[in-house]
């Protein structure tokens, strides 16, 4: 069964930085097209960034502030977050979709104070 965790959330300052990880068992991730998406109160999940054979893919607006990565050798996919701002704060989820099915981690939350 494949399963999805995601960690590095936290609060941090305006301008500051975090690195969010998301590690996937039961199955590797060169299988997936990785991603990133985020959440807040009432919104539905936002597209942040994606990762699929070698390609990465950021949404306009964390474009030149947040960098996703793999590492195959630890199946895990990386989301770094530089220069954040208030409007970043969301819960951050890791999906990983596949041919037959989608799997999604638990979300971990940002929080950036102004």
């Known amino acids: 069964q494949v399963q999805v965790v995601e960690s590095g959330g936290g609060l941090v300052q305006a301008g500051g930085s975090l690195r969010l990880s998301c590690v996937v068992s039961?199955?590797?991730?060169?299988?997936?097209?990785m991603g990133w998406y985020r959440q807040t109160p009432g919104k539905e999940r936002f597209f942040v960034a994606g990762i699929n054979g070698g390609g990465t893919y950021h949404t306009d607006s964390v474009k030149g502030r947040f960098t996703i990565s793999q590492d195959n050798a630890k199946n895990t996919v990386y989301l770094q977050m530089n220069n954040l701002k208030p409007e970043d704060t969301a819960v951050y989820y890791c999906t990983a979709a596949g041919v037959n099915a989608d799997y999604w981690g638990q979300g971990t939350q940002v929080t950036v104070s102004s």
């Open positions: 039961g199955g590797t991730i060169t299988q997936y097209r």
